[in-house]
């Protein structure tokens, strides 16, 4: 899992002495104005020119923008501590987890903020595992009532009963037992269920596997 390491945020340490002249000469083309209005760094870099005209006596470090977080006013000797973000560049980060930066006790920020913490997010969003579930789910059942109706009918019917007649119901069992397996798997896997453990896991495998391999076989003799 892929996690951002100490940043430095410039090739030197970091002042917001002159907030303002940085946010003047930090506007896009006004294509991205609108863009740019609503960004973190403008925003960041507005409160820090708002703060230095207020003149509020602090010896500690003022806001600064790293070109990731905006870091508030912290008090000398101090931990800054921030959420990590929820997005980065196109990835998204899990942002239940904490960014920190050292403020010395001379009142400057130190060069690297840490985001080794800041972990990106390995699985998809919830909402389309959710679709893609609906879907599995939903295509199984309807094989599950095809096949259950197409064994019955063999079953039922005696005038049906013959030798082709016979491989064709035993490959719709392996249908519906290959079926019945990939959604208790599934619904372990999105339960969270660790039931009996590996050893559970390595049965429900091993007998998706066995009911795919009949499969084949059944569609062998259906050839011969």
Not at 89 to 113: F, L
Not at 136 to 144: A, D, F, K, Q
Not at 151 to 179: E, M, P
């Amino acid at each position: 899992m892929a996690t951002l390491g100490p940043y430095r945020p410039c090739p030197e340490p970091c002042s917001s002495s002159q907030p303002w002249t940085t946010l003047a000469n930090s506007f896009p083309p006004d294509s991205d104005l609108d863009s740019y209005v609503n960004s973190t760094e403008f925003k960041c870099l507005l409160e820090a020119q708002l703060d230095l005209e207020a003149a509020t006596p602090f010896d500690g470090c003022p806001i600064d923008f790293d070109r990731i977080l905006c870091w508030p006013k912290t008090e000398s000797g101090a931990w800054a501590v921030l959420p990590c973000f929820k997005e980065y560049n196109g990835v998204i980060y899990d942002h239940s987890q904490n960014a920190t930066r050292y403020c010395h006790p001379n009142g400057k920020w130190d060069n690297y903020s840490h985001y080794t913490a800041c972990h990106h997010m390995t699985d998809p969003p919830p909402d389309i595992v959710e679709i893609t579930s609906i879907i599995y789910y939903s295509g199984y059942i309807i094989s599950l009532i095809a096949l259950s109706l197409a064994v019955i009918v063999f079953v039922y019917f005696k005038d049906l009963r013959c030798l082709r007649n016979t491989i064709h119901a035993n490959l719709f069992i392996t249908y519906i037992l290959s079926a019945l397996m990939w959604m208790v798997i599934l619904t372990q896997q999105l339960s969270g269920s660790s039931g009996g453990g590996l050893t559970s896991c390595v049965i429900f495998v091993t007998l998706l596997h066995y009911f795919t391999l009949t499969n084949f076989f059944w569609m062998l003799v259906e050839g011969t």
